[in-house]
């Protein structure tokens, strides 16, 4: 299936559309609508796990354990929600459209993987692929050259004399 294909099915999915929600989607713009779609991401797989996947074995059986492995997937919810935060901050500057769908699909696992903990199903699976999106997430910070660019762009500029000097020291 070819992308200009896929572009005419979601224009034809999209006719469908009411117009308020079209036209409240066309005039969100740069970051706002980068940042919908992230969070669409995130809360659609959420959605899919919580409404498709059973409770597991874990719920019936040691009720200590289902507290500890829910209090986990609270500790896990509570990483995602503040990699979302400085997500939300990042996509303030341009974000490449590669790097936007890299985010998102790292986020939309860890938010699955938080699901499926919730869940008490599968567990080591779920947190070997939350671990490794958050791995992903980490490696694209680190190749993100738009975030190095921003913290260099606010970093304090104190003043020596008459020439500016950076928080760093005098280069």
């Known amino acids: 299936m070819s992308v200009q294909s896929m572009v005419s099915d979601l224009t034809r999915a999209s006719a469908g559309v009411p117009n308020g929600a079209r036209m409240a989607w066309e005039a969100c713009s740069g970051p706002w609508r980068t940042r919908l779609a992230i969070l669409a991401c995130c809360l659609a797989a959420t959605a899919v796990v919580l409404g498709l996947v059973p409770l597991g074995a874990g719920a019936t059986g040691d009720p200590q354990l289902a507290y500890l492995l829910r209090g986990m997937a609270l500790l896990k919810a509570g990483f995602l929600v503040l990699l979302c935060a400085l997500l939300w901050w990042r996509v303030a500057r341009p974000l490449a459209p590669g790097m936007t769908a890299a985010y998102a699909a790292c986020l939309s696992v860890m938010s699955a993987a938080t699901a499926l903990i919730w869940q008490l199903n599968s567990i080591a699976w779920a947190a070997l692929a939350f671990h490794l ?8 910070a680190l190749r993100d050259e738009g975030a190095r660019s921003t913290a260099r762009a606010r970093q304090p500029i104190f ?13």
């Open 133 to 140: 999106a958050l791995f992903g997430v980490a490696l694209l």
């Open 159 to 171: 003043l020596v004399g008459d020439a500016p000097v950076a928080a760093g020291g005098i280069d």
